[in-house]
T-cell receptor, first 116, second 110 residues
Framework: NAGVMQNPRHLVRRRGQEARLRCSPM?????VYWYRQLPEEGLKFMVY????????ESGMPKERFSAEFPKEGPSILRIQQVVRGDSAAYFC??????????????FGEGSRLTVL | KQEVTQIPAALSVPEGENLVLNCSFT??????LQWFRQDPGKGLTSLLL?????REQTSGRLNASLDKSSGRSTLYIAASQPGDSATYLC?????????FGKGTRLSVIA
């Protein structure tokens, strides 16, 4: 059973470009979470999605950031018009469909975004 | 708002020592608490999950305890090895998705 798969592992963008990060949850998991880890900071929650629904986006910046989890395919975290402050590691996690609040979260290896 | 604190921020011990990492949280209304390990430049590996109704969980040389009423958890590592060197993260799940502490950076010296 493959774990949570994230790609790309490393992404370099120039200021003003767009970044798209993809996450495929573990097989059988339909809950996806995105977290951001800034250098020397802890992981901060961004958004929680189920298939075709955003459940909680309280941690998402109000502008330039969006997330989706379509019926088919991976979850996508999209950052438009990137700025240097967006440079960070972005982690995706998934959990099983049942016991959404009590289930264990499994994390991917992360996507490391560098904005030049 | 839930806040998670981990003490110490960094710890260096000689190989073979037993050690304890501490985690405290401000809101005791949690569903569970999870301990992770993170190696430099890598993702998070789940070590132990303790449900709110449980007091402790064990896996190999690791033992995690939970005192929900006082908002505390400890991760006990027995007979530490150089391969245990990593950052250990504590995270709690309540009405919001997992809230993380900043971690304890552990170095085990051979």
């Amino acid at each position: 059973n493959a774990g949570v798969m994230q790609n790309p592992r490393h992404l370099v963008r120039r200021r003003g470009q767009e970044a798209r990060l993809r996450c495929s949850p573990m097989k059988g998991h339909s809950h996806v979470y995105w977290y951001r880890q800034l250098p020397e900071e802890g992981l901060k929650f961004m958004v929680y999605l189920q298939k075709e629904n955003i459940i909680d986006e309280s941690g998402m910046p109000k502008e330039r950031f969006s997330a989706e989890f379509p019926k088919e395919g991976p979850s996508i975290l999209r950052i438009q018009q990137v700025v240097r402050g967006d440079s960070a590691a972005y982690f995706c996690a998934s959990s099983p469909s049942t016991g959404a609040n009590t289930g264990e979260l499994f994390f991917g290896e992360g996507s490391r975004l560098t904005v030049l | 708002k839930q806040e998670v604190t981990q003490i110490p921020a960094a710890l260096s011990v000689p190989e073979g020592e037993n050690l304890v990492l501490n985690c405290s949280f401000t809101d005791s209304a949690i569903y569970n608490l999870q301990w992770f390990r993170q190696d430099p430049g890598k993702g998070l590996t789940s070590l132990l999950l303790i449900q709110s109704s449980q007091r402790e969980q064990t896996s190999g040389r690791l033992n995690a305890s939970l005192d929900k009423s006082s908002g505390r958890s400890t991760l006990y590592i027995a007979a530490s090895q150089p391969g245990d060197s990593a950052t250990y993260l504590c995270a709690v799940r309540g009405n919001t998705p997992l809230v993380f502490g900043k971690g304890t950076r552990l170095s085990v010296i051979a």
